[in-house]
């Protein structure tokens, strides 16, 4: 079965059939951000000549080794700052079919929306429905914030144009502009609800899932990006009173820009800003429950259906500390960084007539010493348990029980993709008053009232 072209707004498409799927990869959605278009927002796609071949592997964004190679392992891809594209996989193109979005995660310094992890072709065979995997500028490109160089949310702003292109674009790849979920895992979560709250996303998707974010992390205010900045300008050899700093940062090579952000860190602001010292800067939503404050306005505003849940041990993918005050420490960060502005998100937005849905996924492998960690649940969603091989968290995992839940992960998935629901005895809706918790450890049908105090 050969792949058909694919007409864009910018220009024809190839790309190439896999397991009875078709794949496009490398789209451009924005112009490249090099040379003088760095530390700027991007511009919609220019327009090609020819046909474009998509099916070749692409770059992923500049970036360094992420700090959860322990239980997911490493990352070995090439990386290019010319990196804002996305990667669609679709089953026919010639029909009205569910889209899913993809927002990775990585503490907005790692990951990509390209990684054979996130290969969306397995879930959209299995859901016959369009995936689209973003990539967007992550960590200095991406999210530094100085008056002096860039006022803007750059990542966020790069992440706001796929989902444009996408109302634009997905009918030519058999996908329906009106049926649009998307869905992130930690920092993409986090980027999902940033957006939620901004007006400029109205109408450009109807669902969402957050996949373990990390709302109690908030934002950065505008001094809090200064202080980060000015110590990469340091790092890098720069002022921020150089009337030619933007010149000077533009000549810098991407792995100079690596380095000094690694820099700041290690030396400046890795413990300041608990190991995140990237975030989109709001100062009008910067604590907890000014985000959540935004972004339930704005999910009311869209009249999103939304599910939203954590693991059972997300701290234990950063930490192998396993005595008695160390999981003290664990259980609290947990509860104030995921747990509960998760139930609190959850339960406001309900109130504010989203219908949400929790979950709790609590299955760990036999052999892992990370337990239910952050990430876990990624392998199932995808279906890429053949990329995730090497992967610690999944340790002495019998190939039967990830296929199983594998099997009832996707169901959940894909049954909110296409419709934004579930019967009621499968899955009912989460509310204040009745806390109900999907939870997923390899049972069909497990719940259970779920109540997370705060601290």
Known sequence: MSCPEVMTQTGLVRGFEQNGVFKFRGIPYCKPTTGEGR???????????????????????????????????ALHRRYDEDCLTLEISTPNVNEKLPVAIWFHGGANV???????????????????????????????LGFLVHPALNVDNLSILDQVESLRWVQKNIRAFGGDPDNVTVFGQSAGGNAIVHMMGLKETDGLFQKAILESPSIGRGNHTMQDAVTVSESIFKHLGLTADDPKL?????????????????????????????????????????????????????????????????????????????DPESEKKSAAMQLARYDWPAQEFA???REA????????????APDSVYDSCH??????????????????????????????????????????????????????QFTRERPIHKIIDNCENGLSEVVFEKA
Not at 404 to 428: N, S, T, Y
Request: hydrophobic share 45%; glycine share 8%; net charge negative.
């Open 246 to 322: 933007g010149e000077k940062i533009r000549a810098k090579s991407v792995d100079e820009i690596l380095a000094a952000t690694d820099a700041c860190f290690k030396q400046d602001c890795g413990a300041k800003y608990a190991g995140m010292i990237f975030r989109p800067v709001k100062d009008a939503w910067h604590t907890t429950e000014q985000t959540i404050e935004a972004a339930v306005e704005g999910a009311a505003r869209k009249k999103l259906r939304i599910v939203i849940g954590t693991t059972a041990d997300e701290v234990h993918a950063f930490t192998l500390a396993r």
């Open 39 to 73: 530390f700027k927002p991007a511009e919609p796609a220019q327009p090609w000549q020819g046909v474009l071949d998509c099916a070749k592997e692409t770059p992923i964004a500049p970036q360094g080794p992420s700090d959860l190679e322990g239980p997911m392992g």
């Open 110 to 140: 790692s990951g990509a929306g390209n990684l054979d992890w996130y290969d969306g072709a397995e879930l959209a065979r299995v859901g016959h429905m369009v995936v689209v995997g973003v990539n967007f500028r992550i960590a200095a």
């Open 353 to 364: 007539g989203c219908p949400t849905w929790k979950y709790r996924f609590m299955w760990k």
């Open 375 to 428: 990430t876990i649940e990624l392998p199932f969603v995808f279906g890429t348990l053949k990329a995730w091989g090497n992967a610690p968290m999944l340790a002495g995992a019998t190939e039967e029980e990830k296929v199983r839940l594998q099997h009832i992960m996707q169901a959940l998935w894909c049954k909110f993709f296409k419709d934004g629901e579930f019967d009621d005895d499968v899955w009912p």
């Open 347 to 349: 339960a406001r937005v």
